[in-house]
């Protein structure tokens, strides 16, 4: 018993280094050095006013980068960096684009946000720190590094929502602020997938 305890102190010890490194290599992957996933979170809040929808795909998303983020971490799934690039571009444009036509959910656009979080969720395993070979304490620096791209994307949002504010819930708020803001997504969107082509 008496070796047990320091050894769980030697434990806890690493893992309290692990999980603020990790948090906050997560988060700065998304706040500020990750612009397509800002910008994916914002084509998803500028879709509508309405919380209950914003929440709806954000938690959607979330579940499907999860996914993947750990199976390719753990080396089940994989995807050549060039191919994730593109298809993070065009799931950007592709939402950002539909915010132009609709004000509400699609029957679709749920399988869309799930399929968009599939492939960012790789393409934040290939910015995922190395860990040294061996370490006991992959999982909890993945658990981490994910729970800091959580907290950027709230940040995210709140942010946006306090550039927003005044006008959230103007009648032009839609033509105005929506729209042009879907439109230098949709844009970037198309402009990142053909230069990762290139």
């Known amino acids: ?16 280094a692990v999980i603020p ?23 998803l809040f500028f879709l509508t006013r309405k919380p209950s929808d914003l929440l709806f795909q954000l938690t959607l998303f979330t579940l499907a980068h999860s996914l993947t983020l750990g199976l390719s ?3 089940f799934i994989g995807l050549p960096e060039v191919l994730v690039e593109i298809s993070i571009a ?15 959910l699609s029957p679709w656009r749920p399988w869309v946000v799930f399929a968009s979080g599939l492939v960012h969720g790789l393409g934040f395993a290939h910015s995922f720190p190395a ?3 061996g370490s006991t304490d ?14 950027g994307q709230i940040a995210v949002v709140g942010l946006a929502y306090a550039a ?12 105005f602020i929506a729209k042009p803001a879907s439109i230098f997504i949709a844009t970037s969107g198309l402009y990142w997938a053909i230069k990762a082509g290139l």
């Open 21 to 43: 490194t990790y948090f906050a290599e997560g988060f700065t992957h998304i706040l500020p050095h990750g612009p397509d996933h800002i910008l994916f979170i914002l084509a």
């Open 131 to 133: 860990i040294p070979e």
């Open 73 to 75: 971490l753990y080396g």
């Open 90 to 104: 065009l799931s950007i444009m592709f939402v950002a684009a539909e915010n132009l036509r609709r004000e509400a």
């Open 1 to 16: 018993m008496t070796r047990f305890v320091p050894a769980i102190i030697i434990i806890l010890a690493s893992t309290g």
């Open 164 to 175: 927003v504010a005044a006008w959230w819930k103007h009648i032009n708020y839609r033509n």
């Open 138 to 151: 992959f999982l909890i620096a993945m658990f981490s590094f994910n729970l800091g791209i959580e907290f």
